[in-house]
Structures are given as C-alpha cells and as structure tokens.
C-alpha cells in the first residue's frame, strides 16, 4: 500500500514524513526543498487490542536493514512474517514492540512517499510533475495543509478530492495559528468536505499520533471523487464557515520580515548578513581548525609514529599510507600519506567548515531568508538571463553543488537549468572545497584568496552575461510565495546538521582517502609523469604550471579538495598556487556534481556544459597566469577584472538592446 | 478607482479586477491565490522595477514587476 503526503510547498510535509517513518530528509522554509520523492515504511500493527502503528528504521546503513528494505521493496505491501520484521525493525530489536511481536502475522507495511510539493495538478516545473506522476500512484492521500493559509491550501485539497482515493486532511502547522490570531474549526471542515481532519505541528510533533490513528480507521476504506465547478467561490464559502481571523499587533519576526524586503534597506541588509555570515564561518572555521590541528599534532601524531614503528619505517606500503612523515614533527600538508594529509585534511580542516557552515544554513534556511535573498536579487540575476529563484540553487551550491543542481529542477525553463547549472558548477566552490583553499592561500596573503573570489565573480558576470545572449528559449518570471519568518527548531537543526555531517563522512571523506591512495599508487608506478607528459602544452603553455600539478587535475575529477591538498607539496610559487586552484575550480565540477547534472541536464546539454567548463578555464587560467607572473599588482588585477566583467556586461546589454529596437522598427 | 498592482501605493488594498495575462500565466497565478475577485494588498516594492510583494490571503507572494503591471486592482 503506498501512502502519499501531499500538498502545496512549504506546508511541513518533510517534517511529518520524519516524524511517521524515522527517515531523516530536508526540511526548509523555503518553496521547493523536496525535489524528488523519498520513501519509508510504517508498520501498522491491527487487530491487537489497541491498533498501533510503528515506524521502522530502515535507514542506509548496516547491512541487516539494507537487507531489509530490499525484502520490502520487493514484496510490495504483502504482510510480513515476525522473522522477517525481528530481522530489520530496529525498535523491535530492542523489543520495546514487545506486546505486539505475538501479533506480528497481522503486521502490515505501508509504504509511506514524501511528494515535492505543488499548488495545482497541471505542473509546470519538473518537481511538481513529479508530484502529480506520484498521485496516480498512491493508494492513499494525506493531504498536508498550512492551517495559516487555508485558503490557497485547499484549492489542491478540492482538485485532490475529485481522484476517487481515501484521504484525510491533516492541518500542520496549527502551533502558528494561535500566535497569528487565526483559528479554524477542523469537525466542521471535516463535515463540510466529507474526511477526516487532524491538527498537527511537525515541529513538535502534537498530533501525529492521533493522524496514524486516524489513518489505521480509515486505510481501507473506499471514496468516490467529487468535483466542484466553482472553486474559489466553494473555498470561500468553507473559508468564511471555518476560519475566523483576530486583530493582533506585529511581533519582532513580522517587524524583521519587513524589514528583509523593504525597498531601500532590504539590499544592503542582505549584503551585510552574507557578508558577515561568511566571515562568521571563516573566521570560526579557522578557529576550529586550528585547534583540531594542535590536537592531530598532539595525540594523532604518536598513533602514526607507532604504526610507522610498526611498519619498519619503510616500503611500499609505508609510503603510501603515512608518507613522508620524517623531520622533528609531522608536517601534514606536505606528507601525502593516506593517513597523515588525507585524514589530516579531510577530519582536521574540511570537517570543522563543513559543520560551522551547515549550522549557518540550516538557519539561515529553517528562518526562511533565502526566498527574501532571491526577491532582493532578483533584479541582479536579470543581467545573466535568471531571475531571482536561481540564487537558491546557487547558495545550497556553497555548502555542495550537488544538491544545488538537484534543486535546478524548481526552475521552470530550460535556459533557466542550464544557465543556472553550468555557472553555478563553474564559478561556485563548495565548502570542502572552499575550506581547503582558503587552508592553502590563506597562508599566501588574503589580497591571493581576493584574486580568487574577485575572479570567481567576474567569471560568474561575464559567462552569465554570454549565457543570456546565446542560450535560446526563455526565462520565466519571478512568481514565488514567501513563507513567514519561523523560530528555527533546535532539534530539526540538530537533526539536519548530523544528517548532512554524516552524509559528509560517508560519501566524501572515503573518496578523498581513495583518491590521494590512487595518485601515490600512480606515483610510485609512473603513470603521473606519463600523462603530465600529455597535456604539458596546457598546463605549462598556458597556465605556467608545472608538470606534476597534472596529478591535482586528475584527482579533481574525483573531489575538489583532495586536489587542492596535493598542490601543497609541489613548491609553487603565488601567481602558480592561485592559478592552480582557480582552473581547479573551473575546469570540470566533481564527478558527484556530474553525475547528477547528467541527469537533471540530459545528455546534451550537460556536453554542452563540459565544453563551456574546458573553454573558460583555458581562457581564464591563461590571463591569470599572465596577471599573476609579477608586472601587475594583485589588488590592482582584482579591479581590472571585475571593472571589465561589469562593463562587459553592460555592453552587451547596451548592443542588444539596440539589436531588439531595430526589430522592432522592422516591423 | 482602478490601478494597476504596481502603480499602487504600499499598504494599498483592493480587489482584483483583471488580470491581462496569457492562460499559463494566468492558472499559475490563480494556483497561488491570485485570481479576478481575491482581495489583494500591496505590501513592498524593490527598486528599480524589481519585484512586488503582495498579501493574498494570510500569506505573502513575490511577483516580478513585469506581471504586476498587468495586474489591476479596484482601490
Ligand atoms: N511552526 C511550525 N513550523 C513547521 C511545522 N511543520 C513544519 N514546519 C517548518 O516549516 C518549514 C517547511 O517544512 P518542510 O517539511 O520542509 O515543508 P515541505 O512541505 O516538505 O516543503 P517542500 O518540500 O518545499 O514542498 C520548515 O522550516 C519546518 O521546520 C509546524 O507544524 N509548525
Ligand atoms: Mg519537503
């Protein structure tokens, strides 16, 4: 049996979903945070002496529930056997279910979809017909709706209501209606559209108890849909019967809300809360590396000695794992052993960043600023053919441009996912990677990591700025609901932050390990020297970079910061470490970004994408290569560069407004 | 008096009388709240023709200036 929660964005569906299955996903205040569907089971106990239901765990993980949920998948809703249910539920494991193992036979699963949100069923961007491609699906609706905004929720409540499916109509975010002086009366919205109605908060989770009850009454039972001509006038009708409005004065985060979007303050606002939450990061960041550096030095230091006691202090293996880890105290940056740089810069210096900046923008996010962001630039992105909603994917890009292009499919247009894809691959470093940069040029003088960003910016204007004018088709319009400031909940963040912490860990730290594993194997054996012997015109030609910098390019395929890392050891000089890292970050994004960008791109336009990335590090590695070879000072390269890249597009601007006057006078 | 949503002063409320938008555009908004009859209140303006916040509803939508030029409301 397949369970729907559905609804219009931004009503708290991937909080309920939490709450029912255990299964952690995002949530955010902001429309569109679920883009593609997840699933997880409940197990529904009956005919005991009181129905219960139960979430089972199946997260990823041990092997046993991987099992599991493979067994689940496969066998649909056929009801399972204790066995099997002792084997995967890990609440039945520690036996707290005690009292209904004996009836396990009558155990159900339920298969239970969190949906994208959508505010009707004829969609126009690809998350809602993902959602509407769902609802032919499920068995089952749950109808999630903001209790504060009944009316714009029940429009998709009543089109939901002609599909001949059970539902029950659950009115999240009820802990809000009190402090908004709205009430509504849900037994008298129950009668007037024919199911049940539960009150719910998926913040603290009240009333989801009495939603599983309500769904365990009514999972078998039948509906017959029922259609209705004049919808808004039928929803004002249930409006006017249920909901009552009381007078109250604006509260802070009301006073704030207005204060984000007011016409003159609103924009330097926003500039000044990025800038300082960047700086906030940085400079904690740093904070905290440089303590787990001194702890790595202290204590991690004498664990590798023993085990390089251990080895014999030398050979094949010795080399690869610890490296060169000879001199009075380990040098970390420059040892390359899989043990001493790759744990050293993945948990010592990657992880801190990665934590300070999730817990940034998991508030950030949780508040609901980043639809407040897109309004202020919206005017901004015009210039490079967008408008203001691609700032989302771009900042979830800061964290990892992976879910970034995942959250491309909010965007309506073509043109718009794949300006937005590609700029956003090119130009935006993700923290791992931004950590490790600002690691390594950092200690090189802050005017080299402004030669950085300032090049990133104006690589950013200029390719936008081509984009626009070359890429066909069309960019929508900015059409976008505001969700209200709301108090970040503790423990959602908690519960995020350790998500997406862990996410880190398993997915990335392994790859970086393995990654700096295969260029010492390739190393020892030779292969660097042969493929660096390939592609020397480019990289000597045109970038004036050494030949074993080739090794940073073929481990960047893999992950960013690991190439990084491998450019410490190579003795180069400024002007060479900045223009390393800069065609680091241009030339091809991750193959993690890549993967996902195959799929939310299509194949042609992601090779579209690779050439446009080729292209514009050739072009851009080779001027900063020539900036940067002394004649010209780096504070007065960064203004050369951005004074251009906003001329240049301006220009164009100017040429094609000419251009579009003239058709005009054709006619 | 008839205005249209941009013309409008902030704070301004009225009921929506027309809305001269293709079809598309039209469901979209009416997906949202925004439709002929709804009372709608005019509550920030960017600069420099960016967009326009309104109040439908009990909530707040953003609206890029080039639809809400098209949108007319009786005030
Ligand atoms: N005050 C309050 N906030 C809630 C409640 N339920 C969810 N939220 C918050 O509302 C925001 C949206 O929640 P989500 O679960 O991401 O919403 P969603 O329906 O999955 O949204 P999309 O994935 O964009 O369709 C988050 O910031 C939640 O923390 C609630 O009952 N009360
Ligand atoms: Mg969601």
């Given amino acids: 049996m397949k369970l729907l929660l559905i609804g219009n964005p931004n009503v708290g569906k991937s909080a309920i979903f939490t709450h029912l299955t255990g299964v952690s996903v995002v949530t955010s205040n902001y429309p569109g945070s679920t883009v593609s569907y997840t699933k997880g089971y409940l197990t529904v106990y009956r005919n005991t002496e009181d129905d219960a239901i139960r979430n089972c765990r199946y997260q990823a993980g041990s092997h046993k529930q991987k099992r599991k949920h493979r067994d689940i998948q496969k066998n649909g809703d056929t009801e399972i056997i204790q066995d099997d249910c002792r084997k995967g539920c890990r609440n039945c494991h520690r036996g707290r279910h005690g009292k209904y193992t004996e009836n396990l036979e009558t155990a159900k699963v339920v298969e239970v979809i969190d949906v994208p949100g959508t505010y009707r069923l004829d969609p126009d961007n690809d998350a809602e017909r993902v959602a509407v491609k769902m609802l032919e699906e499920g068995d089952f609706l749950i109808n999630v709706v903001d209790a504060t905004n009944l009316e714009r929720n029940l429009n998709l409540t009543l089109q939901l209501l002609q599909y001949s499916k059970p539902m029950i109509l659950v009115l999240n975010m009820w802990d809000e209606t009190k402090h908004k002086g709205i009430s509504v009366d849900p037994k008298k919205l129950s009668e007037l559209l024919g199911i049940p109605v539960v009150c719910t908060s998926g913040i603290t989770g009240t009333g989801l108890d009495e939603l599983a009850k309500t769904f365990i009454a009514h999972m078998d039972t039948k509906r017959t849909g029922v259609e209705h001509k004049n919808r808004w006038e039928y929803i004002g009708e249930i409006v006017g019967k249920v909901q009552s409005l009381k007078h109250r004065h604006h509260t802070f985060l009301e006073r704030l809300q207005d204060l984000s979007v007011h016409p003159l303050l609103g924009f330097p606002f926003a500039i000044a809360s990025l800038l300082i939450i960047f700086s906030v990061i940085i400079k904690i960041g740093d904070y905290l590396t440089n303590f787990t550096s001194l702890m790595l030095e202290r204590y991690y230091s004498q664990l590798i000695y023993l085990i390089g006691d251990w080895m014999g202090n030398k050979g094949f293996f010795y080399d690869i ?173 908690i519960k995020t932050l350790i ?20 260029i010492n194997v390739l190393t020892v054996i030779g292969a660097i020297d042969f493929i660096g012997s390939l592609f020397k015109p480019v990289i000597k030609g045109i970038f004036g970079l050494p030949i074993e910098t080739v090794s940073t390019f073929i481990i960047g395929i893999v992950r960013k910061d690991a190439a990084v890392v491998l450019l410490e050891p190579l003795n180069l000089t400024d002007g060479q470490m900045i223009t390393a890292v800069i065609c680091l970050i241009l030339y091809f994004p991750c193959i993690a970004t890549f993967v996902v960008l195959l799929k939310e791109l299509g194949i042609k336009d992601t090779i579209k994408a690779t050439a446009i990335m080729g292209l514009v590090t050739l072009v851009t590695g080779g001027i900063v290569n020539i900036a940067l070879r002394g004649w010209l000072s780096p504070s007065v390269f960064i203004i050369i560069e951005l004074t251009f890249s906003v001329l240049f597009s301006k220009i164009m601007y100017i040429i094609n407004f000419n251009r579009r006057i003239q058709k005009i006078g054709l006619k | 008096m008839k205005k249209r949503l941009n013309d409008m002063k902030k704070g301004q409320k009225g009921l929506i009388e027309d809305i001269k938008v293709d079809l598309k555009m039209q469901l979209k908004l009416e997906s949202l709240g925004i439709r002929k009859g709804a009372l709608i209140e005019k509550k920030a303006k960017m600069l420099g023709n960016g967009p326009v916040v309104v109040g439908i509803g009990n909530g707040e939508i953003a609206l890029a200036h080039e639809v809400a030029n098209y949108i007319y409301v009786e005030i």
């Fill in chain 1, 499 to 518: 998500m997406r912490v862990k996410g880190f860990i398993l997915e990335a730290v392994p790859y970086v390990l393995g990654g700096i594993l295969v």
């Fill in chain 1, 321 to 493: 794992l610890l490296g060169n880890i000879s001199g009075e105290v380990i040098n970390y940056e420059t040892a390359m052993g899989v043990l001493t740089t790759g744990v050293f810069m993945t948990l010592g210096i990657v992880l801190p960043y990665i934590i300070v900046f999730y817990i940034v923008l998991g508030f950030i996010e949780d508040l609901g600023y980043l639809p407040r962001i897109a309004i202020i630039f919206d005017k901004m992105m015009h210039n490079v053919g967008l408008h203001g909603f691609s700032v989302i994917p771009m900042m979830l890009a800061f964290g990892c441009n992976v879910p970034g292009v995942m959250a491309l499919r909010n965007l309506e247009s073509r043109r718009e996912r794949f300006i937005t894809g590609v700029v956003m691959s090119v130009t935006i470093p993700c923290m791992a990677q931004s950590a490790i940069i600002l690691h390594a040029a950092g200690t090189r003088g802050i005017t080299y990591v402004g030669v950085i960003i300032a090049t990133l910016v104006s690589v950013w204007i200029v390719l936008g700025t081509i984009l626009k004018y070359v890429v066909k088709g069309h960019t929508t319009t900015l059409i976008m609901e505001i969700p209200p400031y709301r108090r970040p909940g503790l423990q959602i963040q």
